[in-house]
């Protein structure tokens, strides 16, 4: 059974902090629950940086940085069933009917730029930071 939880606005307490569906549990409707969750883990990682490790600061930073972010993709997701997948028969449907009548492709991409766009903690997060030393291509003696 589908069920829809309201956002909360706070997912951090003490040394704990919520990441993924912990936080923000998402209805499948935008497809979006996996890249929510990696974004929440790459936000915390770029959050422990800039706080030098600091993690009570560092969970303060990420609950700050990917709460309205987070949210607005659940909510999102949650009026995709009501108001454009699940609508009743009746005025309603033709309402929704008559907002999309006519529409060519692109504009339905335009209008979902905004999820698809990663959020500068994403894009910027590899910058700056020592590359991950080479390993060893040998294989171990048996």
Same mark, same amino acid.
């Given at each position: ?25 998402m209805l499948q409707y935008m497809a979006q629950?996996? !890249?929510?969750?990696?974004? #929440? $883990? ?5 959050? %422990? ?5 600091? =993690? ?48 060519? !492709?692109?504009?339905?991409? #335009? $209008? ?5 766009? %990663? ?5 910027? =997060? ?17």
């Amino acid at each position: 059974m589908l069920a829809y939880r309201e956002p909360v606005d706070n997912w951090t307490r003490g040394r704990v902090a919520l990441l993924g569906d912990a936080a923000h549990f998402m209805l499948q409707y935008m497809a979006q629950g996996a !890249a929510m969750a990696m974004e #929440d $883990a790459v936000c915390l990682g770029w959050c %422990a940086d800039q706080t030098d490790g600091d =993690f009570h600061a560092a969970f303060q930073k990420y609950q700050k940085t990917r709460l309205v972010r987070a949210t607005r993709v659940q909510v999102s997701a949650n009026h995709l069933v009501g108001m454009i997948f699940h609508v009743p028969d009746g005025l309603e449907r033709e309402v929704r009917n008559d907002i999309y009548r006519g529409r060519p !492709a692109e504009r339905y991409y #335009d $209008a979902l730029e905004w999820i698809f766009s %990663a959020p500068e903690y994403v894009r910027n =997060f590899a910058k700056g930071r020592p590359s991950a030393p080479a390993r060893r291509q040998s294989r171990p003696k048996m």
